[in-house]
């Protein structure tokens, strides 16, 4: 039987899929005695809830969160989103799926992200900048890694090949400000945009699920970023102390705002330069992975997102377009 997506489930359907574990917890009932299990089920295509209503503490024993499992059920609605109704789950073998199935992918393909993101990086000619990216990028290990990782863990660019896909957009966003702004050091500027979120590698985990580090929860991608690129500038003997003063602001600036843990507001050119690059591409991309997901649904709105505290309109489906071309046409013979 092929494969059930989560993004294609319907009220109604019944389920015989395999679906990795995202979240994993026993909820006492509000009325009765015991407790149910409530999951939250993965793939590549999304999330859904789910409930396990009878024997919860006896099937929880049987599997942990990230595993996969082998569900069993059907999908109701509650609170008008999608919920699957486990009647029966089995936890699968490792070696018996593709974890690709169960994580999101970059829309573009990865051989061109990178060999623009390496033109990039090629393109950058202050001598101690281009040792700081060869030490990082002309490292197969490295980018192996960067390549895979997600941009988040569910904000913006999440899914794997999402780091990569956001370096690039803002390095490209950066180089049209630097065609506006002659001023703009433009190496030191790309040489930010390039490195800015490195601290990713270390703070998100994207095996089997997106999800925080100890270390990331603790830290942070922005302190942990400047930490790794401060201590390979200091391996680049000679490295200038003006310019690795500069880089290190860059990162640690790059929020721009303390409420959004940046560690310091942008003072330099450079740095609010990036920080309105950074930022504008992954509102954009906040955006256009919740307008996908919605429109999928064949909606006209969103639900209300409390931390973007709007709505979003996604525009008139396909048959309200007709319809509307339909009424314009009308009113047009009438005049």
């Known amino acids: 039987m092929p494969k059930q997506l989560i993004g294609e489930l319907r009220e109604g359907d019944s389920v015989d899929s395999t679906f990795v574990v995202r979240r994993k917890q026993l909820v006492a009932f509000r009325n009765k005695q015991g407790r149910y299990?409530?999951?939250v089920l993965a793939d590549r295509s999304g999330q859904v809830?789910?409930?396990?209503?009878?024997?919860?503490?006896?099937?929880a024993d049987q599997?942990?969160?990230e595993d996969v499992i082998a569900v069993q059920g059907r999908?109701?609605?509650?609170?008008?989103k999608p919920q699957v109704i486990i009647s029966s789950l089995q936890r699968c073998d490792p070696?018996?799926?593709?974890?690709?199935?169960?994580?999101?992918?970059?829309?573009?393909?990865?051989e061109a992200l990178e060999e623009e993101l390496l033109q990039i990086v090629d393109s950058v000619e202050q001598p101690y900048l281009r040792k700081l990216l060869a030490a990082f990028f002309e490292d197969p290990k490295f980018l192996a890694i960067f390549r895979r990782a997600p941009g988040a863990v569910s904000i913006h660019h999440a899914y794997l090949g999402g780091l990569m896909?956001?370096?690039?957009e803002v390095c490209s966003l950066c180089r049209l400000f630097c065609e506006h702004y002659p001023d703009l050091n433009r190496d030191l500027l790309l040489t930010g945009a390039l490195l800015h979120d490195i601290g990713k590698l270390k703070e998100l985990s994207f095996e089997r699920t997106f999800e925080y580090t100890d270390e990331g929860r603790l830290l942070g991608h922005i302190a942990m970023g400047e930490r790794i690129i401060t201590e390979q500038m200091d391996r680049i003997e000679g490295f200038p102390a003006q310019l690795k003063l500069m880089m290190r602001h860059l990162i640690l600036s790059h929020h721009g705002e303390y409420q959004y843990e940046s560690v310091r507001k942008a003072m330099t050119l450079e740095a609010i330069?990036?920080?309105?690059a950074e930022d504008a591409d992954a509102q954009v991309n906040r955006f256009w992975q919740i307008k996908t997901k919605h429109r999928e649904e064949g909606r006209t709105w969103t639900d209300y997102d409390r931390l973007l505290e709007r709505f979003i309109y996604l525009g008139p489906t396909e048959e309200a377009g007709a319809e509307?071309?339909?009424?314009?046409?009308?009113d047009d013979q009438e005049r």
């Not at 809830?49 to 099937?59: C, G, N, S, T």
Request: proline fraction near 4%; charged fraction near 35%.
């Open 165 to 168: 896909e956001h370096t690039v």
């Open 324 to 330: 509307e071309e339909a009424l314009t046409l009308f």
């Open 49 to 59: 809830d789910a409930r396990v209503w009878d024997d919860a503490e006896q099937i």
């Open 273 to 276: 330069t990036l920080h309105k």
């Open 37 to 39: 299990l409530s999951l």
């Open 63 to 65: 599997f942990e969160q």
């Open 75 to 80: 999908v109701e609605t509650f609170n008008q």
């Open 95 to 110: 070696e018996a799926f593709d974890e690709q199935e169960f994580l999101p992918q970059c829309r573009r393909d990865p």
